[in-house]
């Protein structure tokens, strides 16, 4: 019988030492999320999900993808964005074998941070333009990781060139604008989802490490600007993702968000 892990998290605070306890159950005492007939929902994330081999990510990581499906079922347009986002994201995050680094999302989390203090609106603007451009990159890995899994096991994820690989940002300034520009609708999912982000951001592993800048960076106010635009896009995209004929809708989602910028 196919067993299911259930992943428990134990911290007092974002600051603690956290705990992680595994508990691995029968699949069929696991319940699947049911399919609201909203586009963008817990039921949609759990199938496009569905393409990643998700035994291998960190409990961190799953940790914060639930979070993304619980998010999904909020109908806030600004919650409904950042589920797709994120969840484009988590599985741009694992759709290569070898990993990357995060020197884009690490690039457009300072500039904005940096940029937003300043005023200056058109810095920002052309950060995300060009965080876009290397989203189009993650969801052509993507369309691949679900028409040939075996394909990307030894691909190399996008590589920048950046001091540690990106893996030090602006971490809690980037957080506090997307804690405060969350609707009070999902903030208690958001602010989870920082504890969750947090342990990537400070974890050993250069794909938690990855993941967490990744996240974090699709998560802030201007690039979920974009994804408000374009959720019908998404919405095409992640449905066709377990078919495996994501190719048409992936080029949608991708001129949509050239456009949304």
């Known amino acids: ?39 963008i929902s817990a039921f949609r994330i759990d199938q496009a999900t569905e393409i990643t081999n998700e035994g291998e990510a960190s409990a961190y990581l ?27 994201a988590y599985l741009g995050s694992v759709s290569s074998g070898v990993p990357g680094d995060a ?33 189009s990159s993650l969801i052509d890995n993507i369309v691949e990781l679900s028409v040939n899994p075996e394909g990307v096991r030894f691909a190399v994820g996008p590589r920048g060139n950046c001091a540690a690989g990106g893996r030090n940002y602006q971490f809690e300034a980037a957080w506090d604008s ?16 920082y504890c969750a982000a947090k342990r990537l951001f400070k974890g050993f592993s250069v794909v938690s490490n990855n993941a967490g800048a990744l996240l974090t960076a699709v998560s802030l106010p201007s690039v979920n600007q974009a994804f408000q635009r374009v959720i019908p896009q998404a919405v095409n995209f992640l449905s066709a993702l377990p078919s495996g004929n994501a190719g048409f809708a992936a080029s949608d989602l991708k001129q949509g968000l050239y456009n949304s910028v």
């Open 103 to 135: 020197c884009a999302s690490a690039d457009l989390i300072n500039t904005v941070v940096s940029a937003s203090r300043s005023g200056n609106n058109q810095a920002v603007r052309s950060a995300t333009a060009k965080f876009v451009n290397y989203l």
């Open 178 to 193: 997307i804690l405060a520009s969350a609707p009070a609708s999902s903030a208690h999912l958001v602010n989870e989802q």
């Open 1 to 39: 019988m196919l067993p299911v892990v259930l992943v428990l998290l134990v911290a007092t605070s974002a600051l603690a030492a956290p705990g992680a306890y595994l508990n691995i159950i029968p699949i069929d005492e696991a319940i699947a999320p049911k399919d609201s007939g909203r586009g």
């Open 62 to 88: 799953l940790t914060f993808a639930q979070i993304i499906k619980d998010l999904g079922n909020d109908g806030d347009r600004v919650s409904q964005a950042l589920a797709a986002a994120q969840t484009i």
